[in-house]
């Protein structure tokens, strides 16, 4: 009956078990093809957004390594820097230095002539070579009543015409070069008076409104004394909070509620932390304002959870045959804690640690809030010296509208990258040298 059923005519033949399953496995595969297919795309995609990132900032930011220099014979006048001739420190860092640069370059260009002219001429040379002057006779008064060949610093404009930032095809009323400009330019690369240098400024001087003389070093200063302090403040309470809610803390509800609120403070916006900085270590308990001392504090509050959390991961990673074992020949709980269990999970800790400090460096929002965005020229020499971090420098470069800024943020960005690469690197061998498969 059923053969007779299943032979009508008008009907399908009934599937087979073997049939429905081979079907949807092969759904059940293609499915997974198309979703590994998205997921190699989407991290191709990814990479090749930063890819792109990173070509843009290094092509920007490369020719900031390197410095224009202008070569001018300076005739050191007794008459100018010492009258009096009594070598005095006080006359010789009050002397007018600027007279001698514009002395050489009328003398360089006799035939400038006019107020105007005279003026876009001295601005070949940087607002800084009177005091690259003053320090070279500071350093050596047997200079004075001489004369030399000094290489100068020249004008951010110069700078970017001569590294190609300054396109001399324009018209002459859209560019910032105007022409004579040009002609001078380029009678000193005919004398050979003009030459691009490695640009020792940018790592050793503080910030500037000129961006041939803004540099770096505040800023990394401040960075490292910040870092430094955070380093200190975090870890050991981090490490000591850990090993108390992991192996000693009971588990009742008080606890439970500071984990939950330890895991939603790593979840809160940084800008939060600075407003808490700005209100309490500010406002109530007198820091110094713009200080590493008070920026440290905030990036403290900031990283706490990340590290805690990761310090608690890396003790629940340690196997309980170690506690009890420990326990088994005579330990007491405190001695299985510190001498077995803290020193296995340390390079779980260290990770976590070097991980937090990475996003404190990387961190601006909570700087600005308290007032580590001020210009601040002096190389800081304490913790209590108001700076600023490579973060906030940054930004405050990004935001100038001259062309040579463009350059000094995007190395600077480089610098920032460098330094975040090499700790997440350290991270990483920290770990795998360490760390034990259980």
Known sequence: ???????????????????????????????????????????????????????DIVGKGYTAFQQTYIQLPIRF??????????????????????????TAL?????????????????????????QQLREMVMADPGLIGTESDVWLLADDDVDMLVKGHIDRAVPESERRVKDRTLGWVDALVADERLEKKFNTLFFTAGTSREPELAGIAGALMGSLYTLALTLLFSFPVAVGVALYLEEFAPKNR???????????????????????????????FGVPRSTPLVGALVLTLMTLPTIIIAGRAALKSVPPSIREAALGVGASPLQTRFHHVLPLAMPGMLTGTIIGMAQALGETAPLLMIGMIAFIVDIPEGVTDPATVLPVQIYLW???????????????????????IAMNLTAVLLRRKFERRW
């Open 254 to 284: 008080w606890t439970d509620l500071i984990e939950v609120n330890i895991n939603n403070l790593a979840a809160v916006p940084s800008v939060v932390f600075g407003l808490l900085g700005l209100a309490v270590f500010i406002n109530f």
């Open 398 to 420: 990004a935001d100038s509208p001259e062309r040579g800024f463009v350059e000094r943020t995007s190395a600077a960005i480089m610098i920032l990258l460098g330094f975040l």
């Open 106 to 130: 009328r003398e360089r260009f006799p035939e400038v002539s006019g107020r105007r002219d005279k003026r876009a001429l001295y601005r070949l040379i940087s607002p800084g070579a009177p």
């Open 77 to 102: 006048e007794p008459a100018i820097i010492d009258p009096a001739g009594v070598r005095a420190s006080d006359t010789l860092a009050r002397a007018d230095y600027r007279k001698l640069v514009r």
């Open 1 to 55: 009956m059923n053969k007779q059923a299943s032979d009508a005519p008008g009907k399908a033949p009934a599937r087979r078990t073997i049939d429905i399953v081979n079907a949807s496995l092969r759904r059940r595969y293609a499915a997974e093809r198309r979703f590994r297919l998205l997921g190699m795309g989407a991290v191709t995609l990814g990479l090749l957004f930063v890819a792109i990132l990173f070509v």
